[in-house]
Structure formats: structure tokens, C-alpha cells
């Protein structure tokens, strides 16, 4: 949206409220600026990024170009972490009665592990929402607990823990779950485990999910119950591809997964009797699977680099990226010809092996996209230099319900305004009444017209408070708008400006614009800086 017009970026808003969620395959617009493209499926930009200074273009996976469904998908997580607690980890079976509100727990959130309590905080990491449990502590409560020391907290690992993927939501709410449950049931949970016990316990009972497989066993039999289709994304590889950039895929997930779900993704079948397709593959150059992620964005880190064989899954060892051949033998184990010339498979290694295998001469020539602040933007921007782009679903809701709540967030601005003017009488009325310059008859009238305004003010205070609870309540019933916390940046939006060169709602919006654009800060709209009233 750059250098666009108020009447522009009102129209965009108005056709945004009909067109999200159209399909638009592969239609970009020009360097010099094409058709418009509505507010929920743009790119914005905080660091300027000239497309044409890119030569690869890397994506994750999980939750990039694989959208899960989080209505089954996270219930699943949610239902096998509970089995893991009964079954492995000693907790009640009562617990397997428990359902899960998928809507509840949003990214941005931070677990206190030690008090039981979920916080939502703004940029300067003050505490504006919080709950322990499902229990919202009071402004009181708040203060006492996070606003009364000396030395502010840094709100980091070991004693909190940040919800900043979507992976994280089901744990989030088990948590919040569990510590309802020991406060009115101390009893039944396990000896000694206190909060920042049941948290670890959590953990340990989620990475269970994770090492028996049971997950994607499940996603890998009916992928399409728990991963949305999108027509976009084999458009938008083309598109990346036939503009002369390389395109790589990195993604913790081992092979056989990664495949499957790519194939879901491409809309391949497999045919012939065959179990697999690897047609996908004519989409990128590399692929590296089971990269450990962040570790892998650290070159100094040893990481055994193996090629994927992939028929069988048989890993072939390397020298960096070249066959080796095994001990007693003169000949080299390699992958299908036809593969070999196209597309590469690998697992594990780090991210000089990805530049080696690409001739990537410097860091700032790679665009990778990816769904996790720390997982995959930071480390990518903070460690190596690349250029990065965020993928945050949830703003495509967002940007459509500021649009939405227009007029709302006006009357709050004016009844914020009101409640100014009536404090600032009221101390010009007190200042007056200690002057002692007044005589008795205007120190009534003044006292009636105190009595009047404070009885106004109080009222005027509570419409103000009621209306920002409601708009509060429009983008989320508990924890309100993702980019905000009251009228401060919240500490999301904050990371998101400081490690994301872009930011987009969907990684196949990518094709609406040009391969070769050049993106720069909007002054215009950024969400996390908007002001409806700037419209």
C-alpha cells in the first residue's frame, strides 16, 4: 500500500469486508503497482526489501504452508497431551472428561509457570490482562503482583513461558485447566506438583505426543480433516520459480511427514499403486527435513548433513552435501537420477550447508518465511541476516474488524475526551475552592456545580469503560485485540516490528504481488500502529 491515498484505503477496507477469503491464484500486482488488493491478504512491511536483491526463497512448513485446522487439529494435540497426563504421568482420569475451547488461548500470551497465571502485556512488558486460571486477577491483584518491584521482570525462561506459535494454544489452555483444578482440588493432583510443576509436566506429556508419532499417524490418515487446502500455493512457487529464484524448504518435521503433507498441499494423488508422489519436488531446489530448528541457524553448530533417499526414507551419509561411499565399497549410494538433477532431500545439518547447496554468497540474498517469532524469524534475521516475513493467520480477522469497528473506536476517542474535560473542571473547581478568594455564596454555587460534574464525570467514566470492553470483546472475548493491549502496542505487535522484515496473514498472498516488487513501510496502515481515526 504504498503512498496510497485516505480514499484509497478506505475503499481497500470496504472491498476487504466481501473479498477475504476469495481465491486468487497467482495474480500479482505490477512493480509500478496493479490491481488493489484487499487489506486482509496484504504484505506489510517494516524494513525495506527490494524483491529483485533475493535469489532464494525459503518457506517452513508446519503452520506456513501448512494451515492446521486448530478446531480438529489442536483438539487432537489436546486430547492426546491429557491421555499422556492420566496414563503416563500419574494425573487423575477425571481429566479425560475435560473438553477443549480451541478459541480461548490466542499468541502473544505469557505462562507465569510459578503462579499459575496467564498474562497479556504491552510492548514495555507492563501486565494489562490477567488471569490465573480462568480467574481474571483484579487491577489490585495486578499491581501487587507485577507492578511494585524496583527492578522491572524480563517475563523470560525458566519462570514463564511464551506462547508465540500456534502450537502452543493447547498447552496454554490444559495449563489454565490444571490450575483450576489443583486450586479447587489439591488433592488429587500429584504429590508436590505445584504450578510450575503441572507446567513441566505439560511439556513432558506434549513431546510424548510428539516421539510416539500418534499426531501424525493421525494428520497423515486424513490430512484434509486437519490441514485447509489452498490452491495458491503451487501458483505461488511457479511464480518464484520462473522469476529465476531458487526456492528451499526447511522444516523439523522428518521426511516421511513432510512429504505426505506436501503432497496434500500440491493436490498430488499418488497413482500407478505407488504410496507416494514425489512430484512436489519439482517445486524446490532443496529440501531439508528434521533441521532441529533454531539450532540449525547456527553455523557453528555440528550437525551431520544426510541425504534423503526417497523411496525407502534411507538416509545416505555426506561430506557437506556430496555422497560418500560406504565402508567397503568403491560405489556411491545415490537417489533416483531424475530426482538428483532436480530437487535435493536432505536431513539435519545447519544453515552453511543450505547456503553451500544453494551458492548463496550472502545472507541478506535469502527471504525466508515462517510462522514462529523465535523458531524461525528471529533466529533467521538476529543470527544470520536474512530477510524474513512473518505468516500470521490472525490478522486477516483483525484488519477486518478495525474497518468494522470504525465508528465504535470514534465515540470511545470522544468519550475519552469528554472524561479529560470534566477532570480538568473539576480540579480547576477544587483549585478555586482552596484559593479561599471566593465568597460563601459562589463556594455554594461551586460546590453544586462539583457535585455535578464529579456525578457526570463518574457516568461519563463508566460509558468509556463499558464501550472499550465491548470493542475489547469484538476481536477476542478475553484477551481483545492481537496487536494492542489497551491503547499501547501489545508485546507481540512489538516483536513482530522488530524481527519481521514483512508480515502477511497468508504466505501465498506472496503471488498477488509481483516476484520482483519492492516493498517499503507503508505510512498509511501498519496494524500495529493503527489508528482508525487516521482514516
Not at 479447587?184 to 516421539?211: F, I, Q, T, W
Not at 496434500?264 to 529440501?287: A, E, M, N, T
Not at 493467520?393 to 465504535?408: A, F, G, H, I, M
Not at 497468508?506 to 482514516?535: A, C, G, W
Request: net charge negative; charged share 25%.
Amino acid at each position: 500500500m504504498d503512498g496510497i491515498g485516505a480514499d484509497t484505503r478506505a475503499a481497500l477496507f470496504e472491498k476487504g469486508n466481501g473479498a477475504i477469503g476469495g481465491q486468487r491464484s497467482c495474480i500479482w500486482s505490477s512493480p509500478e503497482g496493479g490491481c488493489d488488493i484487499v487489506i486482509g491478504k496484504q504484505i506489510f512491511c517494516n524494513r525495506s526489501l527490494n524483491m529483485k536483491s533475493i535469489v532464494a526463497v525459503g518457506f517452513d512448513m508446519d503452520y506456513t504452508l501448512a494451515q492446521y485446522k486448530p478446531e480438529t487439529f489442536e483438539s487432537l494435540a489436546y486430547e492426546g497431551t491429557v491421555r499422556k497426563l492420566v496414563y503416563d504421568l500419574g494425573y487423575p482420569a477425571e481429566l479425560l472428561e475435560w473438553s477443549f475451547d480451541w478459541s480461548y488461548m490466542v499468541r502473544g500470551l505469557v505462562l507465569d509457570k510459578k503462579r499459575g497465571n496467564i498474562l497479556k502485556m504491552d510492548r514495555h512488558k507492563y501486565v494489562k490482562v490477567a488471569y490465573h486460571g480462568f480467574r481474571e486477577l483484579s487491577k489490585e491483584d495486578k499491581v501487587a503482583t507485577y507492578g511494585n518491584t524496583l527492578l522491572r521482570d524480563s517475563f523470560d525462561e525458566p519462570d514463564y513461558a511464551l506462547i508465540d506459535t500456534l502450537f502452543s494454544l493447547a498447552e496454554a489452555y490444559l495449563f489454565a485447566q490444571l490450575v483450576d483444578f489443583k486450586d479447587k482440588n489439591p488433592g488429587k493432583v500429584p504429590e508436590d506438583a505445584d504450578y510450575s510443576h503441572m507446567y513441566k509436566d505439560v511439556r513432558a506429556a506434549v513431546d510424548l505426543c510428539h516421539r510416539d508419532g500418534t499426531l501424525k499417524q493421525m494428520v497423515a490418515k486424513d490430512p484434509k480433516r486437519y490441514i485447509n487446502e489452498d490452491t495458491s500455493i503451487v501458483p505461488m512457487l511457479k511464480m518464484l520459480r520462473e522469476s529465476g529464484r531458487a526456492t528451499f524448504l526447511v522444516t523439523n518435521s522428518l521426511w516421511d511427514y513432510t512429504n505426505i503433507v506436501m503432497n496434500f498441499l500440491c493436490g498430488l494423488k499418488p497413482s500407478d499403486g505407488c504410496s507416494s508422489s514425489f512430484d512436489w519436488l519439482q517445486y524446490f531446489d532443496v529440501v531439508i527435513t528434521g533441521s532441529a530448528k533454531p539450532g540449525f541457524f547456527h553455523d557453528e553448530i555440528r550437525a551431520n548433513l544426510f541425504e534423503v533417499e526417497p523411496e525407502s526414507g534411507m538416509l545416505i551419509n555426506t561430506d557437506n552435501g556430496t555422497p560418500m561411499a560406504q565402508v567397503g565399497s568403491t560405489s556411491l549410494r545415490l537417489p533416483l537420477k531424475s530426482l538428483r538433477e532436480g530437487c535435493r532431500i536432505f536431513q539435519g545439518g545447519n544453515v552453511g550447508h543450505l547456503h553451500k547447496l544453494l551458492s548463496i554468497e550472502s545472507s541478506s540474498q535469502v527471504l525466508y518465511v515462517g510462522d514462529h517469532i523465535y523458531g524461525d524469524i528471529l533466529r533467521s534475521k538476529k543470527v544470520l541476516g536474512w530477510r524474513t516475513m512473518l505468516v500470521v493467520p490472525e490478522l486477516e480477522r483483525e484488519v477486518e474488524l478495525l474497518w468494522q469497528l470504525k465508528d465504535t473506536r470514534k465515540q470511545l476517542q470522544l468519550l475519552r475526551i469528554q472524561r479529560d474535560h470534566i477532570e480538568d473542571e473539576i480540579h480547576h473547581l477544587k483549585w478555586s475552592l482552596k484559593s479561599g478568594e471566593t465568597d460563601d455564596a459562589s463556594k455554594e454555587k461551586m460546590f453544586s456545580e462539583l457535585d455535578k460534574l464529579q456525578s457526570q464525570g463518574e457516568e461519563v467514566r463508566l460509558s468509556h469503560q463499558q464501550a472499550q470492553r465491548e470493542c475489547h470483546q469484538k476481536f477476542h472475548k478475553v484477551w481483545g485485540q492481537l496487536m494492542k493491549t489497551g491503547y499501547q502496542n501489545s508485546r507481540f505487535a512489538h516483536q513482530v516490528e522488530r524481527f519481521a522484515c514483512l508480515y502477511t496473514s497468508q504466505v501465498t498472498n506472496l503471488s498477488l504481488y509481483s516476484p520482483d516488487k519492492y516493498y517499503r513501510p507503508s505510512e498509511d496502515f501498519m496494524p500495529h500502529e493503527f489508528d482508525i481515526l487516521s482514516i
